[in-house]
């Protein structure tokens, strides 16, 4: 290879490292975080929460409250009323609760209430908002008609599938799975699977009659055995928190790998 194109190569991968690594500073010192709020004031920012960078529209930030050990991933909008520089009141109008994780390129968009409950985990583009326009008038631009707004509530422990629209006045329970590209309305009860456009319940628990299994879905395979949690890992690509015994097990296999029988 010419001297000169060795030159240009070793710049190049110079150049990748030092963008690379500045854009990784560049998060680091964009995110927000209680310890590091930035130019916003949330009504509450909890400890361990943070929001990444770069965050999406955040307006009247003093009606927002979000508790403690959240993610907020990137490009997220919340924003509370539908302008910047509004007196909402002394009370927050969207609360996220402890351990919930918001996706990338989501929009929480609060106007009366939306009340996101403890370890809410959302997938990206998810849509929730308690307002929407009216359309009394079929002479109007529906645009330009006063809009109506309905609390929104999301229980403890659920999911939010991708590209789920969580509409005005949905009251989701606990334990629910919304599936991708849901659209939800109304109420959804505890330990619900609801799916498609209006969301509709798929499978459900109860404590007489236990999993009801979905609509023309299989049964999940077993995991194989002699999978080994860094196989797993490996595999799903998220932790899991395995027992006391089963953690127990793991250390005394890797302190002994051949243990006589």
């Not at 916003?40 to 529209?57: N, V, Y």
């Not at 949905?170 to 209006?198: K, Y």
């Not at 969301?199 to 023309?216: C, D, F, H, L, S």
């Not at 899991?240 to 953690?247: D, G, K, N, S, T």
């Amino acid at each position: 290879m010419p001297f000169a194109d060795k030159i240009r190569r070793r710049g190049r991968g110079l150049a990748s490292r030092v963008v690379h690594r500045g854009w990784a500073w560049v998060r680091e010192a964009g995110a927000i975080s209680a310890e590091q709020p930035g130019p916003l004031r949330f009504a509450e920012l909890g400890p361990c929460t943070k929001l990444a960078f770069p965050q999406g529209t955040i307006f009247n930030e003093h009606a927002i409250a979000i508790g403690c050990y959240c993610i907020i991933g990137e490009r997220v909008s919340l924003s509370a009323g539908f302008a910047p520089g509004l007196r909402l009141g002394d009370e927050p109008i969207l609360r996220i609760g402890d351990g919930c994780v918001i996706g990338r390129d989501s929009n929480i968009v609060a106007h009366q209430s939306i009340v996101i409950e403890d370890n809410v985990w959302t997938g990206p583009s998810v849509y929730i908002s308690d307002q929407n326009h009216s359309y009394d008038d079929p002479h109007t631009p529906i645009g330009k008609q006063w809009p109506r707004n309905e609390p929104v509530r999301i229980g403890a422990g659920s999911w939010i599938g991708t590209g789920a629209v969580i509409l005005p006045g949905a009251d989701i329970g606990r334990n629910v799975v919304v599936a991708a590209n849901a659209v939800v309305r109304g109420h959804v009860p505890d330990n619900t699977v609801v799916a498609g456009a209006p969301a509709k319940p798929v499978r459900r628990w109860t404590e007489a009659e236990g999993w009801q299994p979905p609509i023309r879905t299989a049964a999940p395979r077993a995991i194989p055995e002699g999978v080994t949690h860094e196989e797993l890992l490996a595999l799903i690509g998220w932790d899991l928190q395995l027992p006391p015994e089963a953690v127990e097990a793991v250390e005394a296999a890797r302190e002994d790998p051949d243990p006589v029988p």
